[in-house]
C-alpha cells in the first residue's frame, strides 16, 4: 500500500504489528440502516472511495459501538482515542472473494500526530486530531471524559462521557478470541482513504488500497458499566461546530470498562477491489 511519505524529522513511520497497553471504556448501540448526519470527517466524506456506497460499499446497520481508549503503552507513546463503529458495510467484491459485511471505523479522533499517521498509513484507519480532557470523579467514583475540536477556539466540547463501574457486580476476564464462538464478527475492513494535501496536515496521509484486520484484546478485569453521554444540541455558532465534529448516536446505559487491557493491531490484509 503506499502512502504519503512523512516530513523529515516530524513523524515517525512505525509499521504493524503494534502491542499496546490501554483502558477502554466501550458504548454500545443499534442503529438503522441509514448512517448518521457526520458520520465521516470531511475529508473522508468527500472522498467517494471512503464514502460512496457504490465504492465503498452500502451502509447495512447492526450493532454499533463507541470506544474511548487511554492508551498507556504503543510503538508511538502515550496517547488518548475516541472512535465510532457505526455497524457493518458491505464490502465489495475482491479477489475472488464475495460481497461480505464487516465492521467498519468511520470517525476517530486522537491526540498526537505519530499515531494520526500510522494509523492512517498503516490501517486505513480515519484518525483526526482532538483535544482530550479526562476527570476522575466521586460520589460515587467515576470517569468522565469530554473530548474538544482541535481547534483551540472551540470550547465546546464535541462529546462526553461518564463511565460507572458497576460496584455491585465482580470484574471478569474477556478476549475477542471468543468472538467467533459467541457468533461474533469482529474484523475491521476500511477503505482507502484520501490525504488532506494541506501543509500543516502532513499526519492526514491517504492510501490506495483496502486494509482488512482483526485486532486481538485480552483484559483480565473487565466490568460493566453505567454510561451517560452528552453532545451540543446545536444551538450558537460554537455549538453547530462542535456539532458537527460527531454523529448524533445515543448509547445504551450500560457499557463495559476494560482496564489494564493488551491490545495487539497486526498487519492488515491488502487488497484491490
Not at 4 to 29: G, R
Not at 152 to 169: C, E, K, N
Request: hydrophobic residues 35%.
Amino acid at each position: 500500500m503506499t502512502s504519503s511519505p512523512p516530513p523529515a524529522n516530524v513523524l515517525q513511520v512505525v509499521p504493524p504489528p503494534w502491542t499496546c497497553k490501554f483502558d477502554t471504556y466501550w458504548m454500545l448501540f443499534n442503529h438503522s440502516s441509514t448512517l448518521p448526519d457526520h458520520a465521516y470527517s470531511p475529508l473522508e466524506q468527500s472522498s467517494p472511495p471512503f464514502s460512496d456506497p457504490t465504492l465503498a460499499g452500502e451502509f447495512k446497520g447492526g450493532s454499533g459501538m463507541i470506544q474511548i481508549c487511554r492508551y498507556k503503552e504503543s510503538p508511538v507513546g502515550t496517547y488518548n482515542e475516541l472512535l465510532v463503529m457505526p455497524g457493518f458495510f458491505d464490502v465489495p467484491a475482491h479477489d475472488g472473494q464475495p460481497k461480505r459485511k464487516y465492521l467498519r471505523i468511520t470517525r476517530i479522533y486522537v491526540d498526537q500526530k505519530n499515531t494520526t499517521y500510522n494509523g492512517r498509513r498503516n490501517w486505513n484507519i480515519p484518525k483526526h486530531l482532538a483535544r482530550f480532557t479526562f476527570s476522575n470523579l466521586s460520589n460515587p467514583p467515576r470517569i468522565r471524559c469530554q473530548v474538544f475540536s482541535a481547534d483551540p477556539t472551540i470550547t465546546v466540547p464535541f462529546f462526553s462521557a461518564t463511565i460507572q463501574p458497576f460496584r455491585w457486580a465482580p470484574s471478569f476476564r474477556y478476549s475477542t478470541r471468543w468472538s467467533p464462538y459467541m457468533g461474533l464478527q469482529v474484523t475491521l475492513v476500511q477503505p482507502p482513504l484520501p490525504a488532506s494535501g494541506k501543509e500543516d496536515e502532513e499526519e492526514l496521509c491517504g492510501t490506495d488500497k483496502w486494509a482488512s484486520f482483526l485486532p486481538q484484546l485480552e483484559c483480565k478485569r473487565a466490568q460493566l458499566a453505567w454510561v451517560e453521554t452528552e453532545q451540543p444540541d446545536g444551538e450558537g455558532d460554537e455549538e453547530v461546530a462542535a456539532a458537527s465534529c460527531w454523529p448524533k448516536i445515543k448509547p445504551w446505559k450500560v457499557g463495559m470498562c476494560l482496564e489494564d487491557s493488551d491490545f495487539v493491531c497486526p498487519a492488515p490484509d491488502l487488497f484491490s477491489t
